[in-house]
């Protein structure tokens, strides 16, 4: 699949920077845990002068009390229990309980017994006191709607499906003041190992699995008549793929073929010698046609500094391997597996030429890849580190084709660019013609330096492997299945295990997910057409304007943004646009055609063929969209990704209509669940709009500096809590015992900040929003089967909790620290429920429970 995560890079841009290196190899965690914790510490040092603490309200497990589940009687009183107090007040918990004396209907004072007199002045008082409370009470249940509202249990089959589905995922034994991702995930982790192959698994992974299954059943119908082309082409795509006959027959001869025509490949070539081999020719042919961004990426978006206008984009090209395992700092361990697997896979292809046997081939192949290591590491060298918080004006550099050709002919270097001659071979088979005064903006300047420079220092041969060899490994999962069993022992079951060949578990999951990723709305359109609920789009967009307006009421009772900064910030949000479920296209056949025009022909019988003609189909669309002036509602990914983003450029939050199902989205109207879900899903990318990379742009996704600088040191100092807090979780108790290192595994605070405040601040909107609607429909409280001895607040949060949870292995949370923005789930629950006073009440954790610390980070 990393073609289509290339595809994706090059199509997408700025959406998919944070998607684009998958999993291949394992780390050496102290060594790399140590690099990374160090380059954090500098960061922070040189920017906010922050002073991280190492145990701040670390999780731990703790065994479950027993007096934490029984009262004096026996009985069950935890948090599933049925209350004794009234319906709609938190259970109590026991273990936080002060029982009061059973010593009967007397009175007592000072160990003596009152008078007949003091008796009954002491009843006519109490009798009073419990008169005026009642007034009282009356009175606030009148005026806030509660007294009016009435509960009814809805067993219809969605809700007691819903029921059955949240009380599998608790583990009721645990207090939720205690540990609540134990609380509300202990059910589903045991119901959910982690699959062979996986590292890391959680109810997205679920959720994506569901989508496909639904999709399978409609891509496997055969094609009729009467459909549009594009769905048809989606079904003969689809049955291509899954066709066992063909995968077993067609062998690596057209992966080679493949290999041959962009120039071939030396490392199993030892005639090979470059004299007719172009680089530039080569980087723009494999652009143009498989959307490869090796050494110089080239993306068509809109201009940051006007984005009414779609612009050329020159950067970095993408590392075949995650820059931080390229480092001086980590073990050789990796550099040996990832050579392993390299060496495995040209193996496979001498196979294919019958040159397995042969001692000059198999010198060849080893020590080109001996060399092709050290140009990764050299080409690694020359990248810029991607620091947490980008300033992205320090990567615009406008300039005219004409000026950039100036600007790198002034390095004296033997390698030289035409980049006219360059960029018209990328646009190759598009109606477009590249001047030597056509606008483009290079990110990186210093990079395309220091790449002239190392060019010419670096043989032809190598360069040709560099940008071949991962053709080789994106494409060659489309060939025959040819597997290792365990080439090396330093590498885990992954997917990097396999040389060559897709997944012969469950091939029709590699085929539904291919077909999804280069016809999204062709796949969206079969979708929506045969297996979405129409009626959920409308209740998602309630919820999600109930959390934008929930949102403005934080940012206008927010103390720290002046007067100045406040305006801008409500009419980006005024001006957000909500894309919610679909686009319109996907159900107009019209529209749904002229959005694929120019589709490649596609055959039942040549699965590699439709990969490689659909990948071209779409790199050259994205190169078109030069001609195609932006629209802010214009959908970034498509709709069947089961996943919600904020696109900055647009400055648009996007909501799919895969998330739109259990356990994100229900049916029925369960207001507590679906606004802790979705609600809070959908805060949170409002949120990305707001935050330290989000004030670099205005409401129309331009570049623009809107906050001021008072604001701006408010909110580095508010935030700088955040950064203490999450710095100081050690999620190696994540992992069993016996699979935790000798070592702490801690967040890097600082680089995953931007994805916790989204975290604590999406939650708080959505309780914002939550709370309104209740007051709304107040008439009406709808409970669930099985799930009334839970008050609508404490399903708010459980809902919440349950969309995160998760299990990884320790290869996974080693990879996730390294170069994951966001916190591992379990922590993504835990941190934003520590920060939150109404998730303490909802349950009545008492103060200084573990779920209810007395420090608490807030920003809005």
């Not at 004409?402 to 002919?409: C, I, R, V």
């Not at 025959?480 to 897709?502: D, E, I, K």
């Not at 839970?790 to 919440?800: A, E, N, R, S, V």
Request: glycine share 6%; aromatic share 10%.
């Amino acid at each position: 699949m990393k073609i289509f995560e290339n595809l994706r890079g090059a199509i997408l841009g700025d959406a998919a920077k944070q998607e684009r290196h998958p999993i291949r190899t394992p780390i050496r965690p102290r060594e790399l845990q140590s690099s990374v914790t160090a380059a954090g510490d500098n960061q922070l040092q040189n920017g906010n002068d922050i002073e991280l603490t190492t145990n701040y309200n670390t999780m731990q497990e703790v065994p479950r009390p027993t007096a934490a589940v029984q009262d004096a009687e026996g009985g069950y009183v935890g948090p599933a229990a049925e209350s004794r107090e009234a319906r709609g007040r938190p259970p109590s918990l026991s273990k936080y309980t002060t029982r009061g004396p059973q010593d009967g209907w007397w009175w007592q004072r000072g160990g003596v017994s009152c008078t007949t007199g003091e008796q009954t002045l002491v009843f006519l008082s109490g009798c009073l006191l419990v008169l005026l409370l009642f007034l009282l009470v009356t009175v606030f249940f009148v005026s806030s709607g509660v007294w009016r509202r009435r509960i009814s249990t809805c067993t219809s089959r969605e809700c007691v499906k819903t029921a059955g589905e949240v009380l599998r995922s608790l583990n009721e034994e645990v207090s939720p003041c205690e540990n609540f991702v134990d609380f509300v995930c202990g059910g589903w982790l045991r119901q959910h190992p982690i699959p062979e192959g996986k590292h890391r698994w959680g109810v997205f992974d679920v959720l994506d699995q569901q989508t496909l299954v639904d999709l399978r059943g409609q891509l496997e119908k055969e094609p009729l008549v009467h459909d549009p082309v594009t769905i048809r082409t989606a079904k003969t795509v689809y049955q291509a793929c899954v066709n066992d006959t063909q995968w077993d027959t067609v062998g690596l001869r057209p992966l080679l073929d493949l290999v041959v025509k962009e120039g071939g490949l030396p490392m199993v070539d030892p005639s090979w010698t470059g004299d007719h081999y172009q680089v530039m020719t080569s980087l723009a042919r494999l652009r143009n046609t498989l959307a490869g961004e090796y050494l110089i990426s080239l993306i068509v978006k809109p201009d940051s500094r006007n984005t009414s206008k779609p612009v050329i984009y020159i950067g970095e090209g993408m590392l075949p391997v995650q820059r931080v395992f390229l480092t001086p700092q980590v073990s050789t361990s990796h550099k040996e597996a990832q050579i392993t697997y390299m060496r495995e896979t040209g193996k496979e292809l001498l196979k294919e030429l019958r040159q397995e046997r042969n001692n000059t081939f198999i010198y060849t192949l080893y020590r080109d890849i001996d060399d092709l290591w050290d140009f990764y590491v050299r080409v690694a060298e020359i990248t810029t580190p991607k620091a947490p918080e980008e300033n992205p004006w320090d990567t615009y550099h406008p300039m005219t084709v004409y000026e950039l050709q100036n600007f790198t002919d002034s390095v004296n270097a033997s390698f030289r660019i035409n980049w006219l001659g360059y960029l018209n071979q990328v646009f190759e088979g598009t109606t477009i013609t590249i001047t030597w005064e056509d606008r483009v903006i290079v990110e990186y300047p210093k990079y395309l330096i220091q790449l002239l420079l190392l060019l010419q220092d670096t043989p032809k041969r190598t360069i040709a492997n560099y940008l071949l060899f991962p053709v080789v490994v994106e494409m060659g999962e489309e060939t025959n299945v040819r597997y290792l069993t365990r080439p090396h022992h330093a590498l885990p079951r992954l997917q990097s295990t396999w040389s060559l060949g897709r997944a012969k578990s469950w091939p029709w999951h590699d085929c539904t997910q291919k077909t999804r990723m280069l016809l999204p709305l062709g796949v969206a359109s079969v979708y929506v057409r045969h297996i979405y609920k129409q009626q959920l789009g409308d209740m998602a967009k309630e919820v999600v304007e109930d959390v934008t307006g929930a949102f403005r009421k934080m940012l206008t009772s927010s103390l720290w943004m002046d007067s100045d900064t406040l305006k801008e910030a409500l009419q980006k949000l005024d001006n957000m646009y909500h894309l919610v479920a679909f686009p319109e296209l996907v159900l107009n056949d019209q529209l749904l055609e002229q959005y694929h025009l120019g589709l490649p022909p596609v055959s039942k019988v040549d699965h590699f063929g439709n990969m490689v003609g659909l990948v071209t189909w779409y790199s050259r669309r994205s190169l078109q969209q030069l001609t195609v002036l932006p629209s802010r509602d214009r959908w970034p990914r498509g709709p069947l990704e089961t996943n919600a983003f904020y696109a900055p450029l647009q400055n648009s939050i996007v909501i799919p209509v895969a998330v739109l199902q259990e356990p994100i989205f229900h049916p029925e109207k369960t207001t507590g669940l679906n606004y802790g879900s979705l609600g809070a899903i959908t805060g949170h990318e409002i949120t990305h709009g707001f935050d330290i990379n989000g004030r670099t742009r205005g409401w129309t996704g331009s570049l623009q500096r809107w906050w001021t600088n008072s604001t701006l040191q408010q909110y580095t100092n508010k935030t700088s809590c955040f950064v203490q807090q999450y710095s100081g979780y050690d999620v190696s108790s994540l992992l069993p015992p016996q699979d935790r290192p000798p070592y702490p595994m801690m967040i890097n605070g600082l680089k995953t900040k931007g994805e916790n405040i989204a975290d604590n601040d999406g939650l708080r909107a959505a309780w914002v929003a939550y709370r309104s609607r209740m007051e709304k429909d107040g008439e009406e409280v709808v409970e669930l089967p099985g799930l009334q001895h839970y008050t609508q607040d404490q399903l708010f949060f459980i809902g919440f909790g349950k969309v995160w949870c998760c299990q990884h292995t320790r290869f996974a949370l080693e990879y996730l620290l390294a170069v994951d923005p966001h916190s591992p789930n379990p922590y993504r629950i835990l941190g934003a429920l520590q920060n939150s006073r109404d998730f303490s009440e909802a349950f009545n954790c008492p103060s200084e429970a573990p779920m209810n610390p007395s420090k608490k980070c807030v920003l809005w």
